[in-house]
């Protein structure tokens, strides 16, 4: 179908010389330039959209699309951006952690089976992101902040929110997935990114600079109490 990046991460008994056995001439290229990870976050740095795919539904699975209207919402994005489909083992699926690092979810349709096998839901993406290729060009779609440039957004957030008591401590997972949704819905480039986490940096600055001017203002009121009357 036209791929030519393959990435696994943590792979069980990973041997690259019996994989060039079981592969095809035509996808010895593919083998060869396997990239292995120990994460899935490391895996995803790079990227700028990702794409998860899960059986289930409910839960934090809120948007779910279906395998071809997601191939031609992404079809005009690939002109700029690296995007990712991510699919999890074939006994248990992607985790809620790692559903997080995803834009959006597609669910493959089927009848009275929750999942497929792992390669034939791979080449059930891969299909139709084929198909949606063969499509006439749609309108230039801009570059998208990557996935590294998302976490490191989302961590700084999370830290921010927390210091001016915005989010629960206990909890913070609950609002961020709220704010995650939000900055998938609004497509976020690298630009604006940037100034979301400049604001946060201004505001961590202000909040410590409250707080040294008010030790300061304390520190002045013990040194110089008030002259007592005669």
């Not at 001016?164 to 480039?189: A, C, S, V």
């Not at 300061?216 to 007592?228: L, S, T, V």
């Amino acid at each position: 179908m036209g791929f030519g990046e393959l990435i696994v991460v943590k792979p069980q008994a990973y041997d690259l010389t019996r994989v060039q056995r079981l592969a095809t001439h035509a996808a010895a290229p593919v083998v060869e330039a396997i990239q292995v990870y120990d994460s899935l976050g490391q895996a995803l740095a790079p990227f700028n959209y990702v794409v998860g795919t899960t059986a289930r539904r409910g839960g934090e699975r809120q948007r779910v699309f279906a395998p071809d209207s997601m191939a031609r919402k992404l079809a005009p994005m690939l002109a700029a951006n690296r995007i990712a489909l991510v699919f999890g083992p074939e006994d248990r699926g992607l985790t809620n952690t790692e559903l997080r690092l995803c834009h959006d979810l597609v669910t493959i349709p089927t009848a009275e089976f929750s999942s497929l096998n792992l390669a034939q839901a791979v080449m059930v993406m891969a299909y139709e992101m084929h198909r949606a290729g063969l499509q006439p060009k749609a309108a230039f779609a801009p570059r998208l902040a990557t996935r590294h440039e998302l976490d490191g957004m989302y961590t700084q957030l999370t830290e921010i929110l927390t210091k001016i008591d915005y989010i629960n401590p206990e909890n913070p997972d609950y609002w961020m997935n709220k704010l995650r949704h939000f900055g998938t819905r609004m497509q976020l480039r690298a630009k604006e990114v940037s100034i979301i986490r400049g604001i946060c940096r201004q505001i961590n600055w202000y909040t410590g600079k409250c707080y040294r001017d008010g030790i300061k203002a304390g520190h002045r009121k013990d040194a110089a109490p008030p002259d007592e009357e005669v």
